[in-house]
């Protein structure tokens, strides 16, 4: 089990302006915490150490330990904004965890036994690549499973279809979509090679 811990440093020089010259001279990137029964805080992370982190992907969807100025508390990432272009993070907004509350948290999805439909002449195309759960801290999954090895040629699968793990829901299901995850289809023949094959 990986132990999942950023250091931050709480942050007073707030704006634009500041959030640049973070980047730039300091190597570290702009954050917000909040929820919980406390006040949003700005705060500043060393850019490398957060990178490092998620390189993982299971660090998306697992309770990470924020430690502000020697200050712990459990979090969750909300959101990152990468650059672009060059994909490095430029600010993160993380979720307090209270314990026992409900939390909504982005969790990526592993599709397995994709060869099953691919032998029997089916191309697959993903989708979706993450979904959004809600569930308790102690309850969110690392990722979620969608098994194609029943999957035949014409078959889309959508979020109804799949098995959610205990005590997890799925929040576009909540919200009456059935949103498609993958779909099998007959390979797309290029129309030069109809033409040659008459």
């Known amino acids: 089990m990986t132990d999942f811990t950023l ?3 709480a942050r007073t020089d707030l704006g634009k302006g500041a959030s640049r010259r973070l980047r730039r001279l300091a190597a570290q990137i702009p954050a917000v915490v909040y929820g919980g029964d406390k006040e949003a805080q700005s705060l500043t992370i060393v850019a490398k150490e957060i990178a490092k982190l998620f390189e993982n992907e ?3 969807s697992h309770v990470i330990e924020l430690n502000v100025d020697g200050t712990k ?3 969750i990432v ?3 904004q990468r650059h672009p272009a060059k994909q490095f993070i430029m600010h993160a907004d993380f979720v307090r965890v209270v314990a026992g509350q409900k939390l909504t948290a982005i969790v990526p999805v592993h599709f397995v036994n994709e060869e099953a439909p691919v032998k029997k002449g089916g191309e697959i195309s993903h989708v979706v690549s ?3 759960v809600s569930c308790e801290a102690k309850d969110l999954p690392e990722f979620i499973e969608v ?3 029943k999957a035949e040629i014409g078959t889309i699968i959508h979020l109804s279809d799949l098995k ?3 005590g997890v829901e799925f929040v576009a299901l909540a ?3 059935d949103k498609a995850v993958a779909n099998v289809h007959a390979p797309r023949v290029a129309p030069e090679a109809e033409g040659a094959a008459e």
């Open 73 to 75: 508390q459990n979090v």
């Open 164 to 166: 959610a793990p205990k």
């Open 147 to 149: 098994d194609l090895a």
């Open 78 to 80: 909300k959101a990152l």
């Open 7 to 9: 250091n931050a440093q």
């Open 130 to 132: 993450e979904i959004e």
């Open 58 to 60: 299971a660090a998306f």
């Open 175 to 177: 919200h009456g979509d």
